[in-house]
């Protein structure tokens, strides 16, 4: 029988329940490293790309651990990608992301149209819900600020100058019409 609070005579000094959450955490990186490197390859990303929306993903899963709350990994990656390339000056537009993305296997549109925004309770008709909105969104009022010092300092690092506004993936009114609207 395996008691959580017993140390793992094979894992060094961690009680067994650490040694699963350690290879839980291994597990659920390998498999964002497989994702972020297939999104990377079709977006036509270099190495240096790749391993920096890595470095963005293992911050905010040790960091800001409250941005996989009730959300699909794959959005994290997706604001990932998209803060590492404008950071470091690669001309990638969240439609550009989005495209690819919607050729993974995985893809499930609700991952990119419907991201909760605010784990509180909101009242609507009569209905108790939580915000949701679509990835932009999700990018600008929550990723960003809970990412924004690692995302310039990532930017700063590699030597790149850094843009003022790590937000704001485009503006809406462009002439292209809502990104989104498919």
């Keep these: 029988?395996?008691?959580?609070?017993?140390?793992?005579?094979?894992a060094g000094?961690?009680?067994?329940a650490e040694t699963c959450i350690n290879v839980f955490f291994q597990k659920v990186l390998k498999l964002?490293?497989?994702?972020?490197?297939?999104?990377?390859e079709r977006l036509q990303q270099s190495q240096q790309v790749v391993e920096r929306v890595n470095r963005a993903l293992h911050h905010a899963l040790n960091h800001e651990t409250g941005l996989f709350f009730n959300r699909h990994i794959d959005q994290i990656i997706l604001c990932c990608v998209y803060?590492?390339?404008?950071?470091?000056?690669?001309?990638?537009?969240?439609r550009d992301i989005i495209y690819h993305y919607r050729k993974q296997p995985q893809c499930k549109p609700y991952v990119f149209r419907n991201?909760?925004?605010?784990?509180?309770?909101?009242?609507?008709?009569?209905?108790?819900?939580q915000e949701t909105g679509?990835?932009?969104?999700?990018?600008?009022?929550?990723?960003?600020?809970?990412?924004?010092?690692?995302l310039l300092q990532v930017g700063s690092s590699a030597g790149v100058a850094v843009p003022s506004s790590v937000g704001v993936p485009y503006e809406r009114n462009q002439g292209e019409g809502d990104p989104l609207s498919w």
């Design 32 to 40: 964002a490293a497989v994702r972020i490197r297939n999104l990377c």
């Design 83 to 94: 803060g590492i390339c404008k950071v470091s000056k690669v001309n990638v537009t969240f």
């Design 13 to 16: 000094g961690e009680t067994c």
């Design 134 to 150: 679509d990835i932009i969104r999700f990018y600008n009022e929550v990723f960003v600020p809970s990412t924004k010092s690692f």
């Design 1 to 10: 029988m395996v008691v959580p609070q017993r140390p793992n005579p094979q």
């Design 115 to 129: 991201v909760l925004l605010d784990g509180s309770v909101v009242w609507r008709s009569g209905k108790a819900g």
